[in-house]
């Protein structure tokens, strides 16, 4: 009896999960929630946005879906020449229809006032609250617009002061402004080009028949605009070069004249903030996006579309990608032809193209808790904004945003320290450097008076130092212990530092200079140069030093120096030179002194520096390298008895023999694998055969 029941017990629950698991599944998404890193990798996330409900409106090929102030929703149905308006709760409200052609855009004011971009009728439409006609907006002014130029709206907006903005996506020369009273004034936001310079050295020899073949350099055009609470204009375009915007969505570069999307202040200027890790538009992929709408919250969130892949990039006032979702396909929640975003409260409405459904979306408790943070940061409610980004990071490790929101808390709390290592956990150096900054001033106020002792003491120990050299260097008998004199060999490099032609002549007549003095000179200059490429502080090196090639940077250094004895020494062989491969070898190591005295010295000041003040550990650094260049020139002047005119020439010949052995050392390696690849594949044939 009892195992009947046990068997009565699992069966019932068998059919439980059964009945749960196609629920389950029916339920999941069909897209993919992610951000990128600061490399670029994609890192998966919680869904920020669920689908909430699709709406088969029966549209025909719908152009745009805005929201007004109550939440009203506006579709444009290009098809079928309407705009169709429903309520908050989806309900239909109206349908404006029988006036228009092709309408592509809408837009309503807070007094209910509807402005439609009637596309085919080559004009604004301008209705009142009720519907009704109060006028058609036309740009006419013969001394702006060309002769031939053809009125084709795609999008409108109208900002507080009553002032109409359209885009055009025929037209080239930025977005269309209109006064209140519908009188055209101007363009503003045009795109500004830059030619090719070759292409403009050609056009100088070009005939007038060829120069009016040549493609014309023209501003890129605008596909759709948007404004925000405070009046600035979003306007994206997909006409940017492919190569151009994946070249520099890769290598971080945000030039305005090539992001697809543009913030407009009144004066048409570019004001978008693009600090995240990569500038606002897209995916990190080739092709990249095609950008086509955007949709602005009150709080500075905003969403890019992309209708290459159908997918909606979120970013925050800072250019930070937020979240990204969307994909192709058939099934609740993917698109076929996703062409229109807008948000509805914390609600965003998806517009497909293809079959003219309304998809919308809402946020699940992640995406909630992300639009709260950056709402209660910017309500300047920090210690509310730190505690979300902590819940958030509970959710989500992988957010670098949260980190990122969480530094910012605690930098406008004071806790700059704080700030500072969650700054250097998602690589924002810039943000990283105003935190230390602040964090530097609070302990030089703590240590105020030992601050001008240890500048003393730095420069007592600099003088005692220098004096302690001009002594030893001045003592010409040499003593009888090697280690002595080879100490005294090795300080002598000071000595030719400052006076170059009398310490080289006396490296090579006198013997002040020795081969291991030399080895030893080289080997600290390398440890100088190692430590500045993997020293210093965050601000100036922030690559984490496990990530450095040793033998890469050794390279580096060693090559060059290898190079230039070899090439030198072969090149004044044969144009009466003097110096032997080992004076010449043991010049250059002397002439590396400076590296030794400032680079170390350089990079330790970099770590009590800030962002802005890095030019002068970069200028100490330039003067070493510039100083030893000059020690080189001159000791191969000294030791190969050249005249100045002589010696630059031989410099220059030096620097291009450098260049053909490396050449040669190139190809000696590439035929050295390949013979190697061919006895590794007669070795594998003769086993295989045998």
């Not at 003393?456 to 120990?461: N, R, T, V």
Request: glycine letters at 6%; charged letters at 15%; a negative charge.
């Amino acid at each position: 009896m009892l195992h009947k029941r046990i068997f009565a017990f699992f069966g019932a629950m068998i059919i439980v999960a059964a009945l749960i698991m196609p629920l389950t599944a029916s339920a999941s998404e069909p897209f993919t929630t992610y951000t990128y890193s600061y490399n670029g990798v994609a890192k998966i996330s919680p869904d920020a946005f669920y689908t909430l409900d699709v709406l088969d409106l029966k549209l025909s090929s719908p152009g745009a879906v805005y929201v007004d102030s109550n939440e009203n929703i506006y579709i444009a149905d290009t098809g079928n020449n309407a705009i169709v308006i429903l309520d908050r709760d989806f309900s239909h409200l109206h349908t404006i229809s029988g006036m228009l052609s092709r309408p592509s855009g809408v837009f309503a004011t807070n007094d209910g006032d509807v402005y439609i971009a009637d596309t085919d009728n080559n004009r604004i439409l301008h209705l009142n609250s009720d519907y009704e006609f109060v006028r058609d907006i036309i740009p006419e002014h013969p001394t702006m617009l060309p002769d031939d130029y053809a009125f084709r709206p795609h999008s409108v907006v109208v900002d507080m002061a009553g002032r109409i903005y359209s885009v055009d996506r025929s037209e080239k020369m930025g977005v269309l402004q209109f006064n209140p009273a519908g009188e055209f004034t101007g363009f503003i936001g045009a795109q500004q080009v830059r030619a090719n310079p070759i292409d403009l050295i050609w056009r100088v020899f070009s005939t007038p028949e060829q120069r009016a073949r040549m493609l014309r350099h023209v501003p890129t055009e605008y596909n759709n605009i948007d404004i925000d609470e405070r009046g600035f204009l979003y306007v994206t375009t997909d006409a940017i070069s492919a190569i151009d915007l994946y070249w520099r969505m890769v290598n971080k570069i945000p030039e305005s004249q090539f992001m697809p999307l543009k913030k407009l202040n009144p004066s048409g200027i570019d004001v978008l903030n693009r600090n995240g890790f990569f500038p606002p538009a897209g995916d990190i992929a080739n092709p990249p996006s095609r950008n086509v709408d955007v949709s602005i919250r009150p709080d500075g969130i905003y969403s890019l579309l992309d209708n290459n892949r159908n997918k909606i990039f979120t970013y925050n006032d800072n250019g930070d990608l937020l979240h990204a979702f969307g994909t192709t396909g058939t099934q609740r929640g993917s698109f076929q032809d996703l062409i229109s975003i807008a948000y509805k409260g914390d609600t965003l409405l998806a517009l497909d193209g293809n079959n003219g459904s309304l998809t919308v979306f809402a946020p699940t408790q992640y995406g909630q808790k992300i639009f709260s943070a950056i709402s209660s940061f910017n309500n300047l409610d920090y210690e509310q904004a730190t505690r979300l980004w902590h819940e958030i990071l509970s959710m989500n490790s992988n957010l670098d945003m949260a980190y990122l929101g969480i530094a910012q808390g605690n930098f406008f709390e004071g806790n700059y320290r704080e700030a500072m290592n969650n700054f250097r956990m998602v690589n924002d150096v810039w943000e990283y450097s105003k935190a230390f900054r602040f964090y530097r001033n609070e302990v030089a106020a703590r240590v105020l008076l030992l601050i001008p002792i240890a500048a003393g003491l730095f420069i007592f120990a600099a003088v005692r130092f220098y004096k302690f050299a001009g002594a030893v260097n001045g003592n010409i008998e040499m003593p009888e212990s090697k280690v002595k004199r080879l100490g005294k060999q090795i300080m002598y490099s000071i000595h030719t530092c400052i006076h170059p032609l009398d310490g080289f002549w006396d490296i090579k007549r006198e013997g002040r200079g020795s081969l291991p003095a030399a080895i030893i000179i080289n080997m600290l200059a390398l440890f100088a140069f190692i430590f500045s490429n993997v020293g210093g502080g965050y601000i100036y090196n922030p690559i984490n030093i496990v990530s450095v090639n040793i033998i890469n940077t050794v390279a580096n250094f060693m090559l060059p120096v290898f190079l230039w004895c070899v090439a030198n020494w072969c090149l004044t062989t044969l144009m009466d030179g003097e110096g032997t491969f080992k004076q010449v070898y043991i010049t250059t190591a002397y002439s590396l002194t400076p590296l030794i005295l400032i680079l170390p010295a350089a990079t330790i000041l970099t770590y009590f520096l800030s962002l802005e003040e890095m030019f002068f550990p970069t200028f100490f650094m330039t003067i070493a390298y510039v100083w030893m260049a000059i020690l080189v020139f001159l000791g191969m002047l000294t030791i190969h008895d050249y005249t100045f005119t002589k010696n630059i020439v031989v410099t220059i010949l030096t620097l291009v023999g450098m260049a053909i052995l490396m050449f040669i050392a190139m190809l000696f390696f590439d035929l050295f694998l390949k013979m190697i690849t061919f006895f590794h594949n007669l070795y594998r044939e003769w086993n295989f055969r045998t």
